[in-house]
């Protein structure tokens, strides 16, 4: 793990930054997915500031990574990081599900840059990061294509036959994060429909599993080094995260799945998000 | 009667329906608690299945349960239960299976989450399953009498409910007969087709319309569509507008414009609902608005068309 301690303070920085512009969309939207953003902000985060090859400026540049949100629900931590980026003026986040906005309340890959899928319907998301990987590789180039996943999402049939078809192909290209925060809409993910034994499961199929905790940027990060060093396999991280990161009244509890914060709720995060240590 | 979601409708009498029938069960694919199927789910606990978020293994289970003699509701979005259009033409269409499906979170009514959540090209693509009961009530009553005629007659079912509320309009479950529009203004000269969440828009728009005399009709039932009715308002109608939050291909609109063909209607239709393009993410009134079918562009296309053809 070579990642140096500044890399890792600056990507803690950025993740705050998001968590809260996170938080001030959904207020303002009075709608939308605040636990399942905020468990997978870091991981996003940490692709787009410390990994992907991307240029804002250039979103349509052929030799960039690309990053599918299968989990089209958590698109608000997409929103932010694209923000912090460049790539959507500040200003234009708080049209979060609005009418006549690109900041949709699930990913439309027609409206804006960086949104490589059209994601939100779940279980769709793999199959087509798998696609992009395989025409990257018939074009013999070197990017990579990243995934992330919920792990509710994981119960959909439509992901297992991605699950046996990227290693039939060799995709070491394709590199999937499994945002494992345990929760669904209906209750925790072990009740509704239990997903273990997972990295047996996934190793059974030829995937490269690692496991890691996905709020922990060097374990991230040294995945993702890890991962690229796949001569055949595609790359499974199984990130253990916490459904609401980072805001205590949320953190682990189901029922901020799809409820936006008031704007008491919002103040009580943001100084939560504020004052933590980094 | 205050307003309500017929979403809420179905959780409250499937619930009731639970303690009369016992051979009704029920399958959700973690949305039960929007679906509101989480009412039988509590009350029943060995009658409800959990199959998490895996729709396909959730139609195809229910073919399977109602072999054994069950009654199963199986429920989630109905965007994604039309998604898995195969499994339901082969494993409860083609197999006679007396599943019932229902699907909530119709049209662009739901408005915030946007265009992927809405049940938009679910009557277009699940009208085209021979045998198929296409059912999208307008208000408590219809969605309750729709609800117990499904669980009481054999066949497939597809129950298309809300997530926003609707005015109550009808008196009593008896004004539902499953393939009969419900008559709520006899007129002449002009008629608004409405279906759900329409219908009080056809209502409102009505209103401003009282001088052209429109009727006014609620077709729950998409299919079987009412032949004979359509035939008797076409008779005395110069202009025919449907009015649907769904795509205008395949739903009442194209049900309405086959039977007006067929049987040689001169009635000019107008088709207003989403026409052939994606929703998003918006207030469902002013999405309404702009994609055209609210009470307000009904009155103006009523007026616009009236004119034209006088
Ligand atoms: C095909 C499909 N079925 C159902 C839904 C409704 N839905 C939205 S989010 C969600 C739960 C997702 O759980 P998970 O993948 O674990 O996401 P997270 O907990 O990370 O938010 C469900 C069932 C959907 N969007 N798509």
């Known amino acids: ?278 | 009667m205050s307003d309500k979601a017929t979403r809420d409708s179905f959780g409250e009498v499937i619930k009731q329906l639970g303690s009369e029938f016992k051979n009704i069960v029920v399958l959700d694919a973690d949305l039960s608690v929007s679906t509101k199927s989480v009412t039988f789910a509590k009350a029943f606990p060995d009658r409800f299945f959990q199959m998490g978020i895996a729709e396909q293994n959730m139609i195809g289970t229910a073919a399977g349960l109602s072999f054994t003699g069950f009654v199963p509701f199986a429920c989630s979005f109905g965007a994604f239960l039309a998604g898995r259009y195969e499994t339901i033409r082969v494993s409860v269409g083609y197999s006679k299976a007396n599943v019932k499906l229902v699907g909530t979170h119709s049209g662009l009514g739901i408005g915030d989450d946007g265009y992927t959540q809405m049940g938009l090209e679910d009557l277009n693509v699940l009208r085209s399953i021979p045998g198929m009961t296409l059912l999208n009530p307008a208000d408590d009553v219809t969605t309750r009498a729709a609800v117990r005629w499904a669980a009481t007659n054999e066949g497939p079912v597809y129950l298309r409910l809300t997530r926003q509320k609707l005015p109550a309009l009808h008196k009593s479950e008896s004004d539902f007969k499953v393939g009969k529009g419900i008559v709520l203004k006899e007129g002449k000269g002009l008629a608004l087709f409405g279906t759900a969440s329409t219908v009080v828009e056809c209502l409102k728009a009505s209103e401003a319309l009282q001088d052209k005399t429109p009727w006014v009709v609620d077709f729950h039932t998409i299919k079987p569509i009412d032949r004979e009715l359509i035939k008797r308002v076409a008779s005395n109608s110069k202009v025919i507008i449907t009015v649907e939050d769904h795509q205008v291909i395949g739903g009442l609109g194209t049900a309405v414009a086959e039977v007006l063909a067929e049987e040689g209607c001169s009635s000019k239709l107008i088709r207003l609902g989403v026409q052939d393009c994606y929703g998003e993410s918006g207030d469902p009134k002013a999405l309404y608005d702009k994609y055209g079918f609210s009470a307000k562009a009904v009155v103006e296309k009523a007026n616009h068309a009236l004119k034209n053809i006088l």
């Open chain 1, 1 to 278: 793990m070579s990642s140096n301690t500044s890399t890792l303070e600056n990507l803690k920085s950025i993740a705050k930054e998001c968590r809260i512009d996170i938080l001030n969309m959904l207020e303002k939207a009075a709608s939308g997915h605040p636990g399942g953003s905020l468990s997978a902000i870091d991981i996003i985060v940490a692709l787009f500031f410390s990994e992907m090859k991307m240029d804002p400026k250039n979103p349509f540049w052929e030799d960039r990574d690309r990053f599918i949100l299968s989990k089209g629900h958590g698109v608000p931590a997409l929103y932010a990081v694209l923000s912090q980026k460049g790539v959507i003026p500040k200003e234009e986040l708080s049209t979060l599900r609005q009418i006549n906005s690109r900041i949709q309340g699930h990913p439309d890959r027609a409206m804006l840059p960086f949104v490589e899928a059209s994601t939100g319907s779940l279980g769709q998301g793999l199959s087509i990061a798998q696609g992009i990987a395989m025409g990257l590789k018939l074009q013999k180039k070197e990017q990579k294509v990243f995934c992330l996943l919920g792990d509710g999402e994981t119960q959909e049939g439509q992901i297992w036959e991605t699950a046996m078809s990227a290693p039939k192909f060799k995709l070491n290209n394709l590199i999937v994060f499994l945002d494992n925060n345990n929760g669904q809409i209906d209750g925790h993910v072990e009740e509704v429909m239990d997903l273990n034994p997972i990295a047996e499961k996934w190793r059974a199929f030829n995937w490269a599993v690692q496991e890691i905790d996905g709020h922990n940027f060097e374990e991230i990060l040294g995945a993702l080094a890890k991962a690229k060093q796949e001569k055949e396999k595609p790359s499974f991280i199984w990130a253990k995260t916490v459904k609401g990161k980072g805001v205590s009244f949320m953190e682990n509890n189901i029922g901020w799945h799809g409820v936006a914060p008031n704007k008491e709720q919002l103040e009580k995060a943001i100084n939560e998000i504020r004052g933590a240590k980094s």
